[in-house]
């Protein structure tokens, strides 16, 4: 059967051939996916005013340690999707992460799409970072580099025991430099349940940082906590 993929470049597209860019994805579309393209969890149903944060593409020597200070500052807690080979130059900076709360998931060993490995280059990526990053403790969640899947990397991802998230409040931080931008984008569309995507290393982590110390205050003042995937999931109402 032939195999489908989809990403959040591709839901990207989709929003703004429809003017989009500026509103944000509708929930409809968002649940709507994960029927069309199974595998991959989008958001949650709760009533919780809870937010999942996931930060891609670290560990940064440079962006991560102000990443992390903003977090603590106000009381936030994260996923970081963290590639394996900048692991290995970061142990201290993982340990970190842990030690203040933050969850880890496996975004393979290198920032590239995952969509072009070919079917076992997919899975050695995978597992060998997931070994990795076992070290530091437990890790059940995969994303995607490129955030484009296909059936066989979801059957992938679970037999290796992750399960695939994307996310559904992406402020396009990785490819529109504006931290004015993400603010509104990110305060427009949260919702409880939401998952929301940022991205670390190099300018787009500066970014980050700049973004959590905006939009964290404001969360909080809304009724809103920022937690670990795990957690939002845990508190889910329908999957």
Known sequence: MRARSFALGALGLVVLGAGGLLLGPPLWLLDELPRRYPGCLYRVTTRARLIALTVDDGPDAATTPAILAELRRYGARATFFLIGERVKDQPSLVHRMTAEGHELGNHLGRDRPSIRLGAGDFERDLAETGRLLRSYGVVRWARPGGGW???????????LGYRCVLGSVYPYDA??????????????????????????????????????????????????????????????EVL
């Not at 899947?149 to 037999?159: F, L, V």
């Not at 931008?181 to 939401?194: D, K, Q, S, T």
């Not at 998952?195 to 003042?221: M, Q, S």
Request: proline share 7%; glycine share 10%.
């Open 149 to 159: 899947y296909s059936r066989k990397m979801i059957a992938t991802m679970s037999r």
């Open 175 to 236: 490819t529109v430099p504006s931290v004015p931008f993400a603010r509104w984008f990110i305060l427009r569309n949260v919702r409880p349940g939401a998952i929301l995507v940022l991205h670390d290393g190099g300018a787009r982590g500066h970014r980050t940082a700049r973004i959590l110390g905006e939009i964290l205050p404001e969360l909080a003042r809304r009724g809103y906590r920022v937690v670990p995937l795990s957690e939002l999931v845990g508190a889910a």
